[in-house]
């Protein structure tokens, strides 16, 4: 998109960005409703029948949030490597050169600065359809970076996370940075500075165990998964049935783990009104 800048270069023109055909229909997977994807665009990937929030790609999260032609992105370039040679009949570093083929991103998170409702602020946007948002090193390395520049630059911090957890082809090295993103914010926190934390569908794992629940505030997109081992796993080891709900946003909410649910429609606005209470309200402009 042309507003979502790099440097030292920009990603292809809006205009130039492929979109799918017109005519093309969707199932949703919780009505069953039909629905044109034209329309399923237009209301941000939200079910106009039920309200089902879809799985939202990087840059469209990005374009929700952050004001037109703000945005600029910080670390594009780093990339992993294969630290531990891991070879399951696929080499990882051959995953990692075709999803970077595929999607023009070297990995899993997009991080940068940008006015939201003219507020400067750093933002993190953790991509589901790259390697299931998963964390290794890199994403580490960008989370720590983000929060020292901002905690440089005095601004507040917002993390949209959508992640399976850590990234099992980094082995420790991606568990390291659950302690690595942990003591960014806690440094981040020190200066005084806010930090919200977005869940959306899913935030689990490793993720959910470290930075995606240490916000000031903390959101959640609706019937998003949140937790961290599978509900199976619970179940085989303490031998109980769980609720049905369990590990969705309204349970999590319901538990105090969330601090309220919001639709993806009303994000912008809610985390204006926030910030306006953390931070003081935006000057206006004369």
């Known amino acids: 998109m042309g507003w979502l800048s790099r440097e030292p270069a920009k990603l292809q023109d809006v205009s130039e960005k492929k979109s799918l055909p017109s005519g093309v229909w969707e199932k949703c997977p919780s009505c069953s409703e039909i629905v044109l994807i034209s329309d399923l665009e237009e209301n941000h990937l939200v079910c106009p029948t039920c309200s089902y929030h879809h799985r939202l790609p990087g840059e469209h999260r990005i374009e929700l949030l952050i004001d037109n032609n703000t945005f600029f992105e910080w670390d594009h370039t780093l990339c992993s490597t294969n630290p531990l040679e891991f070879d399951d009949g696929r080499s990882y570093q051959d995953r990692l050169i075709n999803m970077a083929k595929k999607t023009k991103k070297y990995d899993a998170i997009l991080t940068g600065a940008g006015l939201m409702n003219d507020r400067p602020i750093a933002i993190g946007v953790l991509d589901f359809f790259w390697m299931g948002g998963s964390m ?150 004369k």
Do not use: W
């Not at 200066?191 to 959101?219: E, H, K, Q, R, W």
């Not at 946003?249 to 926030?274: N, Q, S, W, Y």
């Open 136 to 285: 290794g090193s890199v994403v580490g390395e960008r989370i720590h970076r983000m929060f020292a520049r901002a905690r440089k630059n005095k601004m507040p911090v917002i993390l949209v996370s959508s992640s399976g957890g850590a990234r099992m082809h980094e082995g420790l090295i991606s568990l390291m940075q659950m302690a690595k993103t942990s003591a960014a914010i806690a440094l981040h926190k020190e200066a005084g500075l806010p930090f919200i934390s977005i869940l959306c569908d899913p935030t689990t794992g490793g993720v959910a165990a470290s930075f995606a629940m240490l916000g000031d505030v903390n959101y959640a997109e609706p019937k998003s998964t949140i937790g961290f081992a599978g509900r199976r796993v619970i179940e085989n080891i303490i031998r109980q049935k769980l609720p049905d709900n369990f590990q969705t946003a309204e349970f999590c909410f319901e538990h105090g783990v969330v601090d309220r649910i919001v639709k993806r429609p009303e994000m912008k606005e809610t985390l204006t009104r926030t910030l306006n209470i953390l931070c003081g309200p935006i000057a206006k402009k």
